[in-house]
C-alpha cells in the first residue's frame, strides 16, 4: 500500500531554519457542560475468546473474603477489582488489576472494613460483572452462590451456610425482572437455570434476601457460545446500571499470574 505525500503540508524552511513558532489554537468550554450520552440501539457483535467466572466465599471465622477468578476461556483476560467501603486484600484498599490466563485460576482474600462490612465489585471484558456485599455481624446471612454456563443459558446454584431458614429472591433484570422466590432450610442448596437465548445470551441477576439487607450477589454479563451476537441491549439506559466504584486511596495492585485449580490451594499469587 502506498501512502500518500505529505510535501505540501511540510512547513517552510525559512521557519525551520529560524526556529519560527506559531501561537496555540484557541479552544473554548461549551457552557452549560454535558457528558455525551450513549447512542440506543444495538451493534452486531463477535465471538470472543473469554469464558470468565469469579465467584466469592465467606470465611465467618476468620472474617474474609475469598474471590476465585477461573478463566476456561482460549485467552487470558484483566479484570479489575474496587471496593467503596475500605475493605482490603494484600495490604491495599484497592483498586486491584488481576490477568488471568486461558485455563487457568487466581484468587486472594479480603478482609472487610472497620464496620465488619464487605462490598467488591468486579468488572471484566465485555460487560463481566461481579458484586459481592454482605456484612460478618451477629444475624448475617452466609450463601454461597456459584455461577455456571451451559449450551442455553446460566444456572446459579445456592447454599444456605447459616443455621437458620433464608427466604431467597434471585431477580432477572435483564428485561422482565422477573423474581424467583425460594425458602432455605440451614444447609439446603437450590439450582436455578435461566434461559438466554431470547436475550442474545446477555444476563444479569441479583439475589438478595429479606432476612439481611447487607447481602447482595450480582451475576451480570454475556455468555460467550463461539457465534455472533450483539452488543449489550441494556448499554443505552442512563443512569448506566453497573456502577464502578473507585477504591481507596493507595496504588493499584496488580496480581499477573494464573493458577491452576490444583495450584490454587498454595495460597494468593502462587506463581508457577
Known sequence: MRLPDVAAFEPPQGDIASGTTFPDAAFSVPSPGMMPVQETGVRPARPLPYTLQVDAAANVPAQTITVNFDNDGKAGACVHVRSPDGSSAGGSTGPWSYTVEACKSLFDNWTPGDDGSYELTVNGPNGFFRKFAGAFATGAVDLTVVASYDASGIALRITNNTTANVPLDVTDTTHTNEMRSKDLAPGDT???????????????????????????????????????????????????????????????????????????????????
Request: hydrophobic share 25%; aromatic share 8%.
Open 190 to 272: 437450590v439450582g436455578l437455570h435461566f434461559w438466554l437465548p431470547p436475550n442474545h445470551n446477555w444476563y444479569d441477576l441479583i439475589v438478595t434476601t429479606s432476612a439481611d439487607a447487607d447481602f447482595v450477589r450480582q451475576c451480570a454479563g454475556h455468555v460467550q457460545n463461539g457465534e455472533p451476537s450483539i452488543s449489550d441491549p441494556k448499554m443505552a439506559q442512563v443512569p448506566p446500571r453497573r456502577h464502578i466504584h473507585g477504591g481507596g486511596g493507595g496504588p493499584e495492585v496488580h496480581r499477573d499470574e494464573g493458577q491452576s485449580r490444583a495450584e490454587r490451594s498454595r495460597g494468593p499469587g502462587y506463581r508457577k
